[in-house]
């Protein structure tokens, strides 16, 4: 915890004031004293303190009323309030407001001091999270995923449609093809995204074991079950819940799942108590869930509750002018990953990834560009990868079987990146990876000038 955290006391009596000022700097603080609430404001929006400690009885602007103008300069402030014990109601109504907590004259020093920290701890790990989230937003904005295929394209329009919108969404497609990375940029992108992002495999786990993470259980509802869990629906409140795998679900699990979703409610485990849950719900799967409905795997009910919205990932053989930039991406993170220098990949090692059937999809690809930049030397050549790759034609396939050139191909991404930019050049330069002065080289060689 920063010793230099600056936390603002307003108290009028200037003994009880004394007191915390020498208690609060003896521990490491700086201290800001006011002694009324008009004084106290003036110090507040000055000094930015980390936390404010204010008795409520002050004098024409009590304490309650300086928390609510402290709230409008900022929301995020903590401010703990000294009352009297004659007084805890109105204490307590300043927790309505507000107040992160309310401490009764008279009060021990040490009580004090750990509440003060308890607060400055709270606030860290707010401004952590705060950032976690913002750095997420970035992540997963559109423009940062990688690929400008039509076919991500589209799939991009549909969900700057969806994603403001509540209703649960089922993304299908193939391993490996990015399925939660598209959830994860639903979340972001909407109205929930200040909220969490929790995700569960449904076939990593056994039925009971899947039940008593997503709906919690009570104390004493199994062996081992000690204390009351919260489920991860309930862990999800005000976010998104991701399912992955979802058609591994057993039957028995699915009606469960079918009736919470209906109800936005459910039971945790050797509970009797019916608990709310305010998240929606992202559904993934690798099968096709009308063959897992004929073949009776899948409840038909469960796949409609599921796909209100449905996204279909293609695989990456079917888009394979996301492959350069997806190779430039991996190649760069790996280089930072290892402290080394970014390296070049021959034209002949790139024709044979785009034309490469990538059966592993993304992931595939990840981890193959891994073991490359693992492998190589300054240049990431064809003999870099493993033989399966190294044994394709070197010929480059568009989505109609043309043999496309890698110049053509780069062509191609470099004129669609201008016009999703509406032609600023300085912003396509940076969406491709390049110096504007090597697009403007580009575009003269292309003759698009």
């Known amino acids: 915890m920063n010793s230099q955290s600056a936390i603002l006391i307003v108290e009028d009596e200037d003994l009880m004031r004394g007191i915390l000022a020498v208690l609060m700097s003896e521990a490491g603080f700086r201290v800001i004293e006011a002694t009324t609430g008009e004084q106290a404001l003036e110090l ?9 400690v204010s008795d409520i009885a002050l004098g024409s602007m009590d304490g309650i009323e300086l928390l609510d103008r402290i709230k409008q300069l ?7 309030m000294i009352t009297a014990y004659s007084s805890v109601d109105t204490a307590i109504a300043a927790l ?3 107040a992160y907590d309310y401490i009764t004259k008279p009060f021990i020093n040490e009580d004090i001091l750990q509440t003060v920290r308890n607060a400055l701890r709270q606030r860290e790990l707010f401004r952590e999270n705060r950032y976690l989230r913002r750095e997420l937003k970035q992540r997963y904005n559109f423009e940062n995923i990688i690929g400008r295929s039509d076919a991500l394209m589209n799939i ?4 700057e449609k969806i994603a403001s919108t509540n209703t649960s969404i089922l993304i299908e497609g193939e391993s490996g093809t990015g399925k939660e990375v598209i959830a994860k940029a639903i979340h972001y992108n909407s109205l929930r995204a200040d909220g969490p992002f929790v995700a569960i495999n449904c076939a990593a786990l056994p039925e009971n074991l899947l039940e008593s993470e997503l709906f919690g259980y009570a104390r004493g509802a199994f062996t081992g079950a000690h204390t009351n869990k919260a489920g991860l629906f309930k862990a999800a409140d005000s976010g998104t819940l991701f399912l992955d795998e979802v058609s591994e679900m057993p039957p028995t699990l699915q009606v469960k799942i079918l009736r919470a979703l209906q109800e936005r409610e459910f039971i945790p485990l050797g509970s009797t108590r019916s608990l709310t849950f305010d998240a929606r719900v992202i559904a993934a799967t690798n099968r096709n869930l009308e063959e897992e409905i004929a073949a009776n795997r899948f409840r038909e009910d469960l796949y409609y509750r599921l796909s209100v919205f449905s996204l279909l990932i293609p695989p990456l053989r079917d888009r394979r002018e996301d492959i350069p930039p997806l190779v430039r991406y991996f190649v760069e993170k790996f280089a930072r990953a290892q402290n080394i220098s970014p390296k070049t990949v021959s034209e002949e090692a790139m024709q044979s990834l ?3 059937e990538w059966r592993g999809n993304v992931r595939e690809l990840q981890n193959a560009i891994e073991r490359a930049v693992t492998l190589s030397d300054d240049r990431i050549e064809l003999s870099d990868f493993p033989q399966k790759v190294r044994e394709t034609s070197l010929g480059i396939r568009d989505l109609t079987g043309q043999t496309l050139t890698l110049d053509e191909l780069e062509r191609r991404y470099i004129i669609e990146t201008l016009e999703r930019v509406d032609d600023d050049k300085a912003r396509a330069a940076e969406l491709l990876g390049i110096d504007l002065s090597t697009l ?6 292309y003759g698009q000038n």
């Open 44 to 52: 507040f929006a000055a000094e930015s303190p980390a936390l404010t």
């Open 74 to 80: 900022d929301s995020e402030a903590l401010v703990i």
């Open 96 to 98: 309505r407001r507000g």
């Open 156 to 159: 991009f329009k549909l969900i």
């Open 354 to 356: 785009i034309n490469y």
């Open 440 to 445: 403007y080289r580009k575009l003269k060689r």
